[in-house]
């Protein structure tokens, strides 16, 4: 069956330091992946599209990478601050097509003073 | 640009009362959108993607009838829950494409709390 698998556990980091998410699926033959930034009793918000044929993406602070091989995205987010902290979901086009979205469970980051 | 906007944020009704949510693009066109549930601690799950000027297409599992969607314009699609009862209180979020943004990106609605007592 389709996965697409967030460590669950919250990730806890020094403000300064750098932030690496990791996105794992199974099963999917993604054309691209996406990553959202979601606050506590907010919608989601784009953060970064990677297709398959691009390997890293930068803007900002954020850089994704995305090995089809590894069927692994990760997300890094460099000079971390507090205002960073938020749930991030990785997400994959459905097998149907129709640019439906399928989320992962998303991480909680929090970046600590 | 591509603001996505929903109403009302926070609705708390009667069990078996119906309750309709508006999802609104207020600088763009969206011919699709896409209306999610999130229960808490869980991520988002689509609940169906409606089209303006036809039906509805709804993902296994969701019934159509109770969950309503009416995409009237171009610019809004609705969501009705009917005969609510507690287990359908969630997050509701809703979604548009944006087109001259690239086909693929999704932006989202602030979300609607509903409580049903």
């Known amino acids: 069956s389709q996965k697409i698998e967030q460590n669950s556990e919250a990730l806890n980091i020094q403000e300064g330091k750098t932030a690496t998410l990791t996105c794992n699926y199974t099963?999917?033959?993604?054309?691209?992946l996406q990553w959202y930034r979601q606050d506590p009793g907010r919608g989601p918000v784009f953060l970064l599209l990677i297709r398959e044929n691009e390997k890293e993406k930068r803007k900002e602070r954020l850089k994704v990478t995305f090995d089809t091989t590894l069927k692994q995205s990760l997300f890094h987010i460099t000079a971390s601050q507090p205002a960073d902290s938020a749930t991030y979901l990785c997400?994959?086009?459905?097998?149907?097509?129709?640019?439906?979205?399928?989320f992962g469970t998303g991480t909680q980051l929090k970046v600590e003073l | 640009g591509a603001v996505v906007s929903q109403h009302p944020s926070r609705v708390i009704c009667k069990s078996g009362t119906s309750v309709k949510i508006e999802c609104r693009s207020l600088?763009?066109?969206?011919?699709?959108m896409f209306w999610y549930r999130q229960f808490p601690k869980q991520s988002l799950m689509l609940m169906a993607t409606?089209?303006?000027?036809?039906?509805?297409?709804?993902e296994q599992g969701v019934e159509k009838d109770k969950f309503l969607i009416n995409h009237a314009s171009l610019t809004l699609s609705t969501l009705t829950v009917t005969s609510a009862h507690p287990e359908d209180s969630s997050f509701y979020i809703c979604?548009?494409?944006?087109?001259?943004?690239?086909?693929?990106?999704?932006?989202f609605g602030p979300g609607t709390r509903l409580l049903v007592l």
């Open positions: 600088d763009f066109q969206a011919t699709t």
């Open positions: 409606s089209n303006e000027g036809s039906k509805a297409t709804y």
């Open positions: 099963n999917y033959s993604p054309a691209y």
């Open positions: 979604s548009a494409k944006s087109p001259p943004r690239g086909q693929e990106t999704q932006y």
């Open positions: 997400a994959l086009e459905s097998t149907g097509g129709g640019n439906k979205l399928t």
